[in-house]
């Protein structure tokens, strides 16, 4: 019986992050109350509260369930000392937005978070988490960078936390308009080419 509860919970916790992610695509996450949610999943809204505190406790767990392309990157880049880690860092991003074109839930996780996220007071808390996200990010690629430049024993053009940043901006900003009309160009194709470009501006042809 406990056991049978248990995987009821959990059952009812996946059918709620479910929900959420399509009512979050549909309505935009302010737009969203835990009672569509709720009716969405077939449930109530105190199942809601049995599992998440609030709308951004939610909105974080259905964030946690999915490892967005660019953590999926650089979890693929392989720290060796003294070896190169930028072929390693080149694969890792065109596997990223591989993932970001072919995996549907991946695509609609990250649509709601870049596109149907409004911060206001409700949502500070997923705010803070884009934040904390973009910034372990941020400093993983300047390791990256600064590690690939001593193996090849050039200088960066620009500061390692500059290229760093532009990196992330880049990345991000072709993923966020490809979501915004999928057939204007090849996200794979495409983001390969300005990635490469990228790189070989910042010294690291």
């Not at 000392?81 to 695509?107: E, F, M, N, Y």
């Amino acid at each position: 019986m406990v056991r049978r509860s248990k995987e009821d919970a959990l059952a009812t916790r996946s059918a709620l992050l479910d929900a959420a992610e399509h009512v979050f695509l549909a309505q935009g996450v302010a737009g969203t109350s835990l009672n569509d949610i709720a009716q969405a999943a077939g449930t109530t809204r105190g199942a809601i509260y049995w599992h998440f505190k609030d709308k951004a406790d939610l909105f974080n767990a259905m964030m946690d369930r999915v490892a967005m392309p660019l953590q999926c990157a650089m979890s693929l880049v392989d720290a060796v000392p003294d070896q190169d880690p930028l072929p390693g860092l080149k694969k890792s991003l065109r596997i990223a937005l591989q993932q970001t074109v072919h995996d549907p839930q991946t695509r609609r996780v990250f649509e709601v978070a870049t596109h149907k996220v409004e911060y206001v007071d409700s949502l500070c808390a997923v705010r803070e988490r884009h934040l904390q996200v973009r910034n372990v990010w941020i400093e993983r690629f300047r390791d990256v960078l600064l590690q690939s430049a001593h193996a090849r024993g050039v200088r960066l053009s620009v500061p390692a936390g500059v290229a760093a940043h532009g990196l992330h901006a880049l990345l991000d900003g072709l993923i966020q308009n490809w979501l915004l009309d999928t057939e204007a160009f090849d996200l794979e194709a495409h983001g390969s080419k300005a990635v490469d470009a990228y790189l070989r501006g910042i010294g690291l042809a």
